[in-house]
C-alpha cells in the first residue's frame, strides 16, 4: 500500500488551503438556518427627519407633533449645503419645509404647493416621507369633503393611520414536511459549491503532485502494476471524501437538533451521491491538469458556474428557461432538483428524486471512466529516452 501511504502524506500538506472553505462555511450555515428559524417581527421604520415649519400655525404645528410621534426629529439650521451632506452621508433621511399659507390652505381644502423638500432622488427615506405626506393631506382633505371640521379631520386622520396592519408571511415549504424544513434545506442547498472547492482544492494538488514525472517514472520501474496504482489511487480518493462527507452529514445533524428522520434522509442520499460523483470529477480534472498554479482558476469556474446555473446560488425556479435547459447538463442541476422536492418547493414524487440520483450516478460513471482512460494512458506512456537505454 504504498501508493496509499503516500497519497495521505501528501494530502496532510495540501489541506491547510481547502479545509477553510468548509470550516467557514459550516459556521455561516449555522447561523442562517438559526436566524431563518426565528420568528421574524416587523415594525414601522424610524426616520431622521427635519422639519423646518415656517407657517406657525396649529395646523403645522399638529402635522409636526404627529411626524415625531411616528419618526426622529432633528434640529439643523436651514443650510442647503450642509442639509444635502447630511443627507448624502446618511445622519438624516429627509428634510422638508411646511410653506407659509399651510394652514390657510388645507383648512380650505386646497393640497398642492404645501411642502417643499431637501432630498436625494430615489432614496428610502424620501419615497416613504412622501408617501406619508401624500396620506396625512389626502385623507384631511377626504374627512373634511364630508362635512368635518379640521380638527375632527385631523384626528380622524391620525387615527387611521395609526392602525397597523397585521403581516402574515406565507412559508411555501410543505408545512407538514417537519421531518426536513425548507430552512433546513439551505443546509444540503449550497454542498456541491463547497463540496467541488474542498475536493479540488485538496485532492487535485494530491493527485498531480502523485503523477509527477519523476514519481511516476518510479512507479513504472516499480513492482507496482498501473491498475494496483490507479486502484489505491481510487481508494483513497474515496475514504478523503467520504471523511468530508461524515463532517457534512455530523454539522447537518448538530444543526438539526438531533438524529435524521423522514425525508431528510434521503437528502442524506442525496448529498452522498453528488459527493462520489464531484469525487469523480475531481479525479478527472486531476489527469488533465498538470500545473497546480491554475487549480484555484479551475475550482472557480466549476464551482462558481454550477452554482450560478444550477441553482445553488439562485434558486431554480428564478432562472429563466436557456438557463435551466443548459444547467440540466450539469450533475448540481439534478441534485437542486432533488432537494427541493424533498423540502416541498416543488411537489415530492419518489419517482422523479430516484430519476435525480440516477443522473448524478450517469455523471459519477462517466468521469470515473473518461478519467480512468486518461490515467492509464498517462501511467503507461513511457519515455522514448528511457526504453533506447535500456535497450543499450
Not at 500500500?1 to 470550516?23: E, H, T
Not at 422638508?96 to 388645507?106: H, R, S, T
Not at 461524515?246 to 448529498?271: C, D, E, P, R
Request: proline fraction near 2%.
Amino acid at each position: 500500500m504504498q501508493v496509499f501511504k503516500a497519497f495521505f502524506k501528501v494530502l496532510k500538506n495540501k489541506l491547510p488551503g481547502s479545509l477553510p472553505y468548509l470550516i467557514v462555511f459550516i459556521v455561516i450555515m449555522s447561523f442562517m438556518v438559526t436566524e431563518s428559524n426565528e420568528t421574524t417581527v416587523f415594525s414601522e421604520s424610524k426616520l431622521d427627519v427635519v422639519v423646518f415649519d415656517k407657517d406657525g400655525t396649529k395646523e403645522s404645528k399638529a402635522l409636526t407633533d404627529y411626524i415625531a410621534t411616528k419618526h426622529n426629529i432633528v434640529s439643523m439650521d436651514e443650510n442647503k449645503d450642509k442639509l444635502m451632506d447630511a443627507l448624502y452621508y446618511g445622519s438624516i433621511d429627509y428634510a422638508f419645509i411646511i410653506k407659509k399659507g399651510y394652514g390657510e390652505k388645507i383648512s380650505a381644502g386646497e393640497t398642492d404647493d404645501l411642502f417643499d423638500d431637501y432630498q436625494l432622488h430615489d432614496s428610502f427615506g424620501s419615497a416613504l416621507m412622501n408617501q406619508f405626506l401624500n396620506k396625512y393631506v389626502s385623507s384631511i382633505h377626504t374627512n373634511m369633503a364630508v362635512g368635518k371640521s379640521y380638527d375632527e379631520a385631523a384626528a380622524d386622520t391620525e387615527k387611521s393611520l395609526d392602525d397597523g396592519t397585521d403581516v402574515t408571511v406565507e412559508s411555501f415549504n410543505n408545512d407538514k414536511n417537519t421531518d426536513y424544513s425548507e430552512t433546513f434545506s439551505l443546509f444540503f442547498r449550497y454542498l456541491p459549491y463547497i463540496i467541488i472547492c474542498v475536493l479540488i482544492n485538496s485532492l487535485c494538488p494530491t493527485l498531480i503532485t502523485l503523477r509527477r514525472k519523476n514519481v511516476k517514472n518510479r512507479t513504472i520501474c516499480s513492482p507496482i502494476k498501473t491498475s494496483s496504482f490507479t486502484a489505491q489511487l481510487f481508494l483513497s480518493s474515496l475514504i478523503y471524501v467520504a471523511a468530508l462527507w461524515l463532517v457534512y452529514f455530523v454539522a447537518g445533524m448538530i444543526l438539526n437538533g438531533g438524529v435524521y428522520t423522514g425525508m431528510a434522509w434521503l437528502a442524506v442520499l442525496n448529498s452522498l451521491v453528488f459527493s462520489i460523483m464531484a469525487t469523480m470529477l475531481t479525479l478527472l480534472v486531476s489527469n488533465i491538469v498538470t500545473n497546480e498554479q491554475t487549480i484555484s482558476i479551475i475550482t472557480q469556474i466549476i464551482s462558481l458556474g454550477m452554482s450560478f446555473i444550477c441553482g445553488v446560488f439562485v434558486p431554480l425556479d428564478m432562472l429563466g428557461e436557456g438557463v435551466l435547459k443548459v444547467a440540466k447538463f450539469l450533475p448540481a442541476y439534478w441534485y437542486e432538483k432533488a432537494n427541493n422536492m424533498l423540502c416541498g418547493v416543488t411537489p415530492y414524487n419518489f419517482n422523479e428524486y430516484l430519476t435525480c440520483l440516477l443522473v448524478q450516478v450517469g455523471f459519477l460513471v462517466a468521469f470515473f471512466a473518461v478519467a480512468l482512460m486518461v490515467g492509464r494512458m498517462s501511467l503507461s506512456r513511457t519515455p522514448k529516452t528511457k526504453k533506447a537505454a535500456t535497450a543499450a
